[in-house]
């Protein structure tokens, strides 16, 4: 079985849609770790495209926000002003969906699913030294993660030292084929589709090769002057618009 594993989409509709294309023909399911929405222009168009594509989509703390199980008040005066824009957007139906998205660790075919850490939804997994308690509270030998927007992971070797996965840049394509081995444990990040923060602009996604036991993960460039100016005529904060082309 091959999937599609997206996370952090952040309501980039164009993102989402190239990330969707370039895949097409090379997956047979999709699962999405969580941030449909927040920060971009298109949250009801994100929700309804991931609702008709995913098998098995968990929540992020911004669809937890923006669907108000939680009140932002953690979140910096750019994230929350995203939040409270999108509250005002979302249709009552999308509204309820994301109201009840089940929070990670999910299991799918022996792999785990979280959004931040198999711990805590929330939790972010940013440093080697960070992965510790999460590779101690994970059930399966691979955990998908998202929330930091950082394409890559983590793998962790049978003597506990835990080392980063680098994914290097490439015009457009796979930047990464990583080989899951036995007796390892691996924490993979396939990056954020609509706003990655590790300096590369472009949307990011990996594919899981069940049989094969391999990652292969991407990063495609996609039309981001046309998600940008959606962005400006929405009133969003001009910051949330800029960083968009910086990676950051």
Not at 7 to 34: M, P, Q, W
Not at 45 to 72: F, M, P, Q
Not at 117 to 131: A, F, G, K, W
Request: hydrophobic share 35%; net charge negative.
């Amino acid at each position: 079985m091959r999937y599609l594993i997206l996370s952090d989409i952040h309501s980039n509709l164009e993102a989402f849609e190239k990330c969707v294309n370039t895949a097409r023909g090379h997956y047979d399911e999709v699962l999405c770790l969580g941030d449909l929405v927040g920060y971009g222009p298109d949250p009801n168009a994100v929700i309804e495209a991931v609702r008709e594509l995913a098998s098995l989509t968990i929540r992020g703390n911004h669809d937890k926000a923006c669907a108000g199980l939680t009140d932002a008040e953690d979140f910096n005066p750019l994230a929350r002003a995203g939040t409270l824009w999108t509250r005002e957007q979302l249709t009552p139906a999308n509204l309820a969906w994301l109201q009840k998205l089940p929070s990670g660790p999910c299991e799918v075919s022996g792999i785990e699913l979280v959004h931040g850490s198999p711990r805590d939804e929330d939790e972010y997994l940013v440093e080697s030294y960070d992965t510790a308690p999460a590779f101690e509270e994970a059930t399966s030998a691979v955990v998908f993660f998202g929330h930091t927007h950082l394409q890559g992971g983590f793998v962790s070797t049978p003597g506990g030292s835990s080392q980063p996965i680098h994914c290097y840049g490439v015009e457009n394509g796979c930047t990464l084929k990583l080989h899951i081995e036995q007796g390892l444990r691996y924490l993979v990040n396939p990056g954020s589709v609509g706003q990655p923060r590790d300096r590369d602009w472009r949307a990011a996604f990996a594919i899981f090769d069940s049989d094969q036991r391999l990652v292969e993960y991407y990063r495609v460039a996609y039309n981001l002057s046309a998600t940008q100016e959606k962005m400006r005529k929405a009133g969003l904060p001009e910051p949330l618009i800029t960083r968009l082309q910086f990676g950051r």
